[in-house]
């Protein structure tokens, strides 16, 4: 879907909060009354996911209760201030924590896997925050090509059909992680952005230009190039599975 086929930002922003609306609908991801805590990194996702939940409860869900958080570690950090303030101006508390050292643990793994084992810590630091204010839903902010890009990694790497999920619980149903950005496209988070001016990190992540997500990302990229309309089909497969689910059956040695 292009970008420029809404006239003003307000368009865009209605079409974006109705596919928060879709996607809570369609998987249960944001209850009323349910506090929220946000995954907050200071990217320009988290930063959109942000602001479109702010509308959302603005104009669907008033009940909904956001606090946004930030897990700070030695491999990457940024300046909080300009996030915190502009959270300030919208009513919406946040919270800076420390995930600690990581860098020798991504030494000893020789930094393979680095986004997993760095995603696995700030995680387990969300849900100690969760913890303490009484949370249970955990909010991040992938949109639409990061699950695609998890189907292929799945399946190129993992030998197995897989994704993530637009609500999953963890911890013995203790969190849920949801993601209300299932249906959106990264095209219009990107205009988002750039037309709301958030104040997004310029810190990069020093593993942020290696690893399969970016490879897969390309692909996708050029293949949507190529044949337009590949992501489309490719996300309808993921949420219309075959009757089958299992292409051969299970081999019995």
């Known amino acids: ?37 946000v995954g907050l990194s200071g990217g320009r996702d988290s930063l959109c996911l942000v602001h479109l939940l702010d509308l ?8 909904l209760q956001l606090m946004a958080a ?29 995930a600690g050292e990581i860098e020798e643990e991504l030494r000893a793994n020789g930094n ?25 839903e955990i909010a991040l902010g992938h949109h639409r090509l990061d699950f695609l890009e998890t189907f292929l990694i799945s399946a190129f ?7 993530m999920s637009p609500a999953q619980k963890i911890f013995k149903g203790l969190f849920r992680i949801v993601r209300p950005m299932v249906y959106i496209e990264d095209v219009h988070l990107a205009a988002l952005a ?11 992540c020093p593993f942020g230009d290696c690893g399969d997500r970016v490879q897969f990302r390309e692909l996708l990229q050029r293949l949507e190039k ?22 051969f059956p299970t081999r019995k040695d």
């Open 70 to 98: 930030t897990v700070l570690s030695h491999v990457q950090r940024i300046d909080v201030e300009p996030v915190r303030n502009w959270l300030n101006s919208i009513g919406v508390e946040h919270r800076a924590i420390e």
């Open 112 to 136: 393979r896997h680095a986004c997993y084992l760095c995603s696995r810590r700030r995680r387990q630091k969300l849900c100690e925050l969760s913890q303490e204010v009484g949370a249970a």
């Open 1 to 37: 879907m292009k970008s420029n086929r809404f006239k003003t930002i307000e368009e865009r922003e209605t079409f974006l909060v109705a596919s928060l609306k879709r996607a809570t609908d369609d998987f249960g991801i944001l209850r009323p009354g349910a506090p929220v805590v």
């Open 56 to 63: 959302y409860r603005e104009r669907i869900e008033p009940s």
């Open 226 to 247: 190529e044949h337009r309309g590949t992501q489309n089909s490719l996300f309808s497969a993921l949420t219309k599975p075959a009757d089958t689910p299992v292409i």
């Open 194 to 204: 750039q037309q709301r001016e958030l104040p997004i990190s310029k810190h990069a």
């Open 157 to 163: 790497r993992g030998g197995r059909l897989g994704c």
